[in-house]
């Protein structure tokens, strides 16, 4: 029997059923490196922020699977809401900030089956599947179903039961969060780039989504979900209390990524606003010329024609 969660115990490193999340967290950084010095070593250019980005994303990943907080989340709904929120919308945003795609396409080898690599990659990015599943839209419906779908149906309670529950639940917040948060984040060429006026409306209503699944937690009197409503008896846990602490995640936590999530898509939407208007600047002026001087043409025809008479 595990020990009460106290915030000693939630924090502390568990190195005895260490989630699957964490060895590929280790994975995803040796590769990321692996390509990040190969293309040094050849003098080519590879952003250190970008470097940083997505090792700090594994870096969270790895924690999120290996600290104490991964052993409670079977008992604790809260805690699996904070690992959720955190491999939806922390560990994503990061990994995609560090353009793995584009380190991929750099770092690989043109040649013998590297290249064959390339082609196949090139080949997925452009299939109807990666489209589809890039589509805005996917990721609305990703958040319904991962948010309200699996919690507000008690799916949670059937899922975290089955054998390897936990850790099945564990990659699909993950894979789920990546496939959400490419058409918002990513910067390497896309099968689909969603306009942002598609970004912010994306964001709006995972907002929402979001802030309807944390009053739910936070309002109602009742227990939610019976895997989590018989804690030990030794921890001293309120079931309620701890069902509050997940509404209140819902409300802070899974928040706060979206909101830099609209201030970046604002900031971005207006720099190309501004380089859009600075590239028409100059026709624009041209013309402005043109017709002044035409203009300054009919005055002196005019000018000339009232000296005659």
């Not at 969660?5 to 692996?34: D, H, K, R």
Request: hydrophobic share 55%; proline share 7%.
């Amino acid at each position: 029997m595990l020990p009460p969660p106290t915030p000693e115990n939630l924090v502390a490193f568990w190195p005895v059923g260490v989630s699957v999340v964490a060895p590929i967290a280790v994975v995803l950084a040796v590769l990321y490196l692996l390509g990040a010095v190969a293309l040094w070593r050849r003098g080519r250019r590879w952003s250190a922020l970008r470097t940083i980005s997505f090792l700090l994303g594994c870096g969270i990943l790895f924690l999120t699977g290996s600290l104490g907080l991964n052993q409670y989340a079977e008992w604790l709904v809260g805690a699996l809401v904070f690992q959720q929120i955190t491999l939806m919308t922390v560990v994503p945003p990061l990994l995609i900030v560090g353009s793995p795609g584009r380190l991929i396409l750099r770092a690989t080898p043109h040649r013998g089956i590297g290249r064959v690599a390339l082609r196949v990659a090139h080949g997925g990015l452009r299939s109807r599947v990666a489209s589809a599943v890039l589509h805005p839209a996917v990721a609305i419906m990703v958040a319904a179903a991962l948010y309200l779908g699996l919690y507000l149906t008690d799916l949670v309670s059937v899922a975290i039961a089955l054998p390897a529950g936990h850790e099945l639940l564990l990659m699909t917040f993950l894979v789920g969060g990546i496939v959400a948060a490419v058409p918002l984040w990513s910067s390497d060429p896309l099968p689909r780039a969603p306009s942002y006026a598609a970004r912010l409306a994306d964001v709006g209503v995972e907002l929402q989504i979001h802030a309807i699944f944390g009053l739910v937690l936070l309002r109602t009197p009742s227990l939610l979900f019976s895997a989590f409503s018989s804690p030990p008896p030794s921890w001293s846990v309120d079931p309620l209390f701890d069902q509050a602490v997940a509404g209140t995640l819902a409300w802070t936590y899974a928040e706060l990524p979206l909101f830099v999530i609209l201030i970046v898509t604002l900031a971005r939407w207006g720099r190309r606003d501004a380089k859009l208007a600075a590239r028409h600047q100059p026709r624009h002026e041209a013309d402005l010329e043109e017709y002044n001087a035409y203009l300054a043409s009919l005055e002196r025809r005019g000018s000339s024609s009232a000296g005659d008479e």
